[in-house]
Nanobody, 121 residues
Framework: VQLQASGGGLVQAGGSLRLSCAAS????????VGWFRQAPGKEREFVAH????????DYGDSVKGRFTISRDNAKNTVYLQLNSLKPEDTAVYYC???????????????WGQGTLVTVSS
């Protein structure tokens, strides 16, 4: 099973986007889902993750207060609302699934191809 990220695009600084992470299969609600991002020449960075039920969330320090993660298990989809975007948020955003509420990308699998977010100044 792979997760499919979508919703990226070009936006001006201060703008907003909503990313979606869709999965196939009936076991989607059994997994923690995380968003990560990777800018050119940089390592994959933790952005946010959400528990199986959606009750627990956590964020990377650089996005706290600006990004919000949520999930709709009936639709097999996790969302990432990006507000107050900055040029340094420019990256390819990926979603993956894990067994625990971990922040390490190596603990996640089922990565899709990602979606590009470009923030202009």
């Amino acid at each position: 099973v792979q997760l499919q990220a979508s919703g990226g695009g070009l936006v001006q600084a201060g703008g907003s986007l909503r990313l979606s992470c869709a999965a196939s299969g009936r076991t989607f609600s059994n997994y923690v889902v995380g968003w990560f991002r990777q800018a050119p020449g940089k390592e994959r960075e933790f952005v946010a993750h959400i528990s199986r039920s959606g009750s627990f969330t956590d964020y990377g320090d650089s996005v706290k207060g600006r990004f919000t993660i949520s999930r709709d298990n009936a639709k097999n989809t996790v969302y990432l609302q990006l507000n107050s975007l900055k040029p340094e948020d420019t990256a390819v955003y990926y979603c993956g699934r894990a067994i625990t509420m971990t922040k390490f990308p190596t603990d996640f699998n089922s990565w899709g191809q990602g979606t590009l977010v470009t923030v202009s100044s």
